[in-house]
């Protein structure tokens, strides 16, 4: 891949693409990922909460201080209790509202197994909590591990920019602020960039953000400084089960694929790649620079299942209108011509 004529591209003699396979299944969710980019680039932390009734991932989402975030996706398994109120309300005509209702892709399942969430909003672990499992008497709060006891499993997913082959940022960027370094990575020049923030609407998985002191664009740099004294980023350097992979992109593709395979051959049938080896026609955002391999449906873990930036959707009408606009002129111009070359005749 090499950087598209539109890019302020910055190119080096033997630079090859550089990414990341986050491979979700061998994440333990510690978090030690974040903190290690929170570390080296010298961002605050910028809050720390249990949202009650939500999910227990504290640090909630990617940002202008947060470049790494490793997303936390509760799934569900009801009590019987639960299931057998949440039958007999859909049966009484109710739904909706009932604490954690097991539903299987928005639906009521009506079968009795395991439920799940779609998302983290979806959560309503208050509820659990005061259904009674196992909460400490006089607590008065979440009881964590009545509530855990609940779950089926935590599925984890360390988020990042994806350093997009189409990246919408860049192209939306009217400064020049956004480039793409040698690695093929989308950097974004802190000293250019002015804080617009027409980046933040241009990146379709809603990465950029805009500090909220300065106002200037922030999200990770994949650690470029670090590439150019040859060193692993700092968050795959940090993760201890190596779900993080970092390397020459061909090579994590090649690696991402035998371990899709072997998830097969174990019996994960459900095992796929989010955002590399895909057709063209399906590529997200022309292929992403920091891809995944992933065992639900993209968007439990927050991610679109198409990503194109605004820009990049809206250019074949733009050149449609641009071609209009042009052969409208030049028939003004052509009839102009023969108007005149007519008067001119009969004078
Ligand atoms: S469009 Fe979004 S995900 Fe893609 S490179 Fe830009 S910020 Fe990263
Ligand atoms: S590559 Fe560097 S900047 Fe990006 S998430 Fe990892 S540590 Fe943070
Ligand atoms: S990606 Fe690695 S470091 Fe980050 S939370 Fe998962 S296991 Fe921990």
Redesign the pocket.
């Known amino acids: 891949m090499s950087a598209a004529p539109t890019e302020i591209a910055i190119h080096r003699e033997g630079a090859e693409r550089m990414g ?1 396979f986050t491979d979700t299944t061998v994440c333990i969710g510690c978090k030690a ?1 974040e903190v ?2 929170k570390q ?2 010298d961002l605050p932390a910028d809050g720390s909460v249990f949202r009650k009734g939500m999910s227990y991932d504290h640090t909630g989402s990617l940002g202008a201080a947060t ?2 975030h490793v997303r936390f996706v509760e799934r569900l398994a009801p009590s019987a209790a639960e299931r057998e109120d949440a039958a007999s309300r859909l049966a009484a005509g109710g739904g909706g509202g009932v604490p954690s209702l097991p539903v299987d892709g928005g639906r009521w399942t009506g079968d009795g197994g395991r439920g799940t969430v779609d998302s983290p909003g979806d959560l309503d672990l208050v509820a659990l909590a005061e259904s009674g499992a196992g909460e400490e008497e006089g607590s008065g709060g979440v009881d964590v591990a009545g509530a855990v006891a609940q779950m089926d499993r935590w599925l984890f997913m360390s988020d ?2 994806k350093h997009c082959t189409n990246a919408g940022c860049l192209d939306a960027c009217p400064t020049g602020a956004i480039i793409r370094t040698e690695f093929q990575t989308v950097f974004i020049q802190p000293d250019v960039c002015n804080g617009c923030g027409y980046c933040i609407p241009s990146c379709p998985f809603g990465v950029v953000d805009r500090d909220k002191i300065d106002g200037r664009a922030g999200k ?4 470029y400084d ?1 590439l150019q004294d040859g060193l692993e ?4 350097k940090a993760c201890p089960t190596d779900s993080i992979l970092f390397g020459p992109y061909d090579e994590l593709v090649d690696i991402a694929r035998r371990r899709v395979a072997e998830l097969h051959a174990r019996g994960i049938d459900g095992a796929y790649l989010y955002g590399a080896g895909d057709e063209p026609q399906d590529q997200l955002a022309g292929g992403l620079g920091a891809f995944f391999l992933l065992t639900e449906a993209p968007e439990r873990f927050g991610l679109p299942a198409q990503a194109e930036s605004p820009i990049q959707e809206n250019a074949p009408v733009a050149t449609a209108a641009g071609l209009g606009a042009a052969l409208a002129a030049a028939g003004a111009v052509v009839a102009t011509f023969v108007l005149s070359h007519r008067g001119g005749r009969r004078r």
């Open positions: 990341f990922c290690a980019c080296w680039n470049w790494r990042v920019c990770c740099t994949l650690c670090r980023p700092a968050c795959a």
